[in-house]
C-alpha cells in the first residue's frame, strides 16, 4: 500500500514516520524548494510530545528546547507589569513539555525519517484524480504520483482541500486578529529576553520577544482587525500598526526582514463537516486548525498521525480507517478550537480595563490553587489523544 502525503509540515512528517512504521510505501510532497525557517516559538507537550517520544524523538526534541523561566508582560519601557513562572506551564503540560521553534520541530521529524520515505521538495500538488480504489495526482513539475491514498497535511490554506472539497471561504473561520512572527540577531534584545518569553501589555496588541541564545531572537506579533484580508506589505503593516509601542519593539521592527521571509497569517481555524471523501483526506491545519490562540497545534498534529496511521493499519479497509479516524479524532480537535475561540479575551485582552484584570489576576497566581486555574484559563486544558488503535 502507498500513501502520498502533500506537505512537509509538523503533520505530514509524523504522518510519513508512522506510516512507514506500519509498513506503507510513503511519499511526502512539499510545494516549497526546501526546508523553511519560519514560525513561532511553541510549547510542544500534550499528545503530540507522548506520541513523538513513542517514535524515539524525544531526546532530539530536548536537544534543540530553549530553557524558558517565566511569562513576563511588560510596560512600554520594559518594566514587569506580571509574571508566571513557567514552571506552572509545564505543570499544565502534565510536566512534560519542551519549548522549541516550530521549524526545530520539523526539523527532527525531517532528519530521522525512517528509511524508505522519499520526500520530495518542489512538488507541489496541481491537480487529484479519484479512482474506485486509488488516486492519481499531479504535481508542478508535471510528474504524477499513483497512490493508494493521498492526504492533505498542507496546512490552513491547503491545496488538497481546495481541489478536493472546495473553497476555503467555506470552512475558514476567522477570528478577528492578524499575526505575524520572523527572527533576527540582536545580542542586545536577546540578552534583555534570554531564558523569558517577553509580552508587551497592551490592548489590542500585543509583541512576544524569545531570546534563543547567540544572539538571535525569535519575535511574534499579533493584534486585532475586522478586516482578514492580508496586506500586501506585511512589513510596511507591521510598522504601523506596532510602530507606536516601546521597549523593544522598535528594534524587533527595525530588524524585520523582507516580506517574503516573514510569516504573515490570518488567525482562524478550518471547520468542515467531512475530512474524507473517497481515497482521500486531511490532516492537522488542512482539516482542523485549531489557531494561535488555542495552542497545541503542532501537538494534534502529531498526534493526529498517529492516530489516522494507527485506525489505518487497524482496519479491514483504507475506508473504515478512514471513518474511525474522524469519529475519534475530531472531538478532540472541535475540544480545543473552542478553547481558542473562549480565551481569546486573555490571550489579547480588547480593552485597557481588560489589561488591568488580567495582569490582577496574573499577580494572583501564587496563591495556592490559582496557579494551575490560570494556566488553564490562557492555555486551556491538555487534550487527550481521543485513543490510539493497537
Request: glycine share 12%.
Amino acid at each position: 500500500m502507498k500513501v502520498a502525503i502533500a506537505g512537509a509540515g509538523i503533520a505530514g512528517l509524523a504522518l510519513a514516520h508512522r506510516m512507514r512504521a506500519h509498513g506503507w510505501e510513503v511519499v511526502v510532497l512539499e510545494r516549497a524548494p526546501g526546508p523553511r525557517d519560519q514560525g513561532y516559538m511553541i510549547d510542544f507537550f500534550g499528545p503530540g510530545f507522548d506520541a513523538a517520544e513513542a517514535m524515539g524523538l524525544a531526546p532530539a526534541l530536548h536537544a534543540r528546547a530553549h530553557p524558558i523561566d517565566e511569562a513576563t508582560y511588560v510596560d512600554g519601557d520594559g518594566r514587569p507589569t506580571a509574571r508566571l513562572t513557567f514552571a506552572r506551564f509545564v505543570a499544565g503540560g502534565g510536566g512534560r513539555l519542551v519549548s522549541l521553534l516550530r521549524s526545530e520541530l520539523e526539523a527532527v521529524l525531517r532528519e530521522r525519517l525512517p528509511a524508505g520515505v522519499e520526500l520530495r521538495f518542489g512538488a507541489g500538488v496541481t491537480d487529484v484524480r479519484p479512482e474506485p480504489d486509488r488516486v492519481e495526482v499531479g504535481l508542478a513539475d508535471g510528474s504524477r504520483v499513483r497512490a493508494d491514498l493521498l492526504v492533505g497535511a498542507d496546512g490552513i490554506h491547503s491545496t488538497v482541500r481546495g481541489l478536493v472539497f472546495g473553497q476555503e471561504h467555506r470552512f475558514l473561520r476567522y477570528l478577528g486578529f492578524h499575526t505575524a512572527a520572523w527572527q533576527f540577531d540582536d545580542p542586545v534584545v536577546e540578552a534583555a529576553t534570554r531564558h523569558r518569553v517577553c509580552l508587551t501589555d497592551t490592548p489590542q496588541r500585543q509583541v512576544g520577544i524569545y531570546g534563543l541564545g547567540g544572539g538571535r531572537v525569535a519575535t511574534f506579533t499579533v493584534h486585532r482587525t475586522p478586516d482578514p484580508a492580508l496586506p500586501a506589505d506585511p512589513r510596511a503593516a507591521l510598522r504601523a500598526e506596532y510602530g507606536s509601542l516601546g521597549w523593544l519593539v522598535p528594534r524587533a521592527l527595525a530588524a524585520c526582514p523582507p516580506p517574503s521571509e516573514v510569516f504573515y497569517d490570518q488567525v482562524a481555524q478550518i471547520e468542515m463537516p467531512r475530512w474524507s471523501h473517497g481515497r482521500v483526506t486531511l490532516l492537522g491545519d488542512a482539516c482542523g486548525a485549531v489557531s494561535l490562540l488555542a495552542g497545541q497545534g503542532a501537538s494534534l498534529g502529531v498526534a493526529g498521525a498517529d492516530v489516522l496511521a494507527a485506525q489505518l493499519a487497524a482496519a479491514p479497509t483504507v475506508e473504515a480507517g478512514l471513518e474511525r479516524y474522524e469519529r475519534r479524532w475530531r472531538p478532540v480537535v472541535a475540544h480545543r478550537q473552542a478553547t481558542g475561540r473562549r480565551v481569546a479575551r486573555w490571550f489579547l485582552p480588547a480593552t485597557r480595563r481588560q489589561v488591568l484584570l488580567r495582569r490582577a489576576v496574573l499577580r494572583l497566581s501564587g496563591l495556592p490553587g490559582m496557579d494551575r486555574t490560570i494556566v488553564r484559563a490562557i492555555v486551556g486544558e491538555p487534550v487527550g489523544s481521543g485513543g490510539r488503535a493497537r
